[in-house]
């Protein structure tokens, strides 16, 4: 099995083939197939082949197909101040897209 080390949306990810993983929104519909160019780290289960880029591999890619396009449960964030009358509540929900990993 073949682990690597993607990123995107600003963050890095440690993928497995045929997982599912999810990330920041991506554009695209379910069902559409998407490549990862920035590749990071590509290696073999036991660590014993480790490709490593400075800072990507070049003409290495991850394949994948979008599952989902969602919106993570709401997070209540409340601001409060105490003595002035001061109460503010809202909430917010994170869009993101459920991917499947096809190919390293």
């Known amino acids: 099995m073949t682990i690597a080390v993607i990123k995107t949306g600003g963050k890095q990810y440690k993928i497995l083939e045929g997982k599912a993983f999810k990330f ?5 519909a379910v069902g559409d197939k998407i490549d990862f160019d920035k590749v990071l780290l590509i290696a073999d289960e036991g660590g014993s082949n480790v490709q490593l880029g400075t800072p990507y591999l070049e003409g290495r890619k991850v394949e994948a197909k979008i599952v989902e396009q969602g919106r993570a449960k709401k997070v209540v ?6 003595k002035v009358r001061y109460r503010r509540k809202a909430g917010h929900r994170q869009p993101f897209t459920k991917v499947e990993i096809v190919k390293i």
């Not at 920041?24 to 695209?28: D, R, W």
């Not at 964030?77 to 105490?82: A, C, D, L, S, T």
């Open 24 to 28: 920041e929104k991506l554009l695209g």
């Open 77 to 82: 964030v409340i601001k409060y101040k105490r």
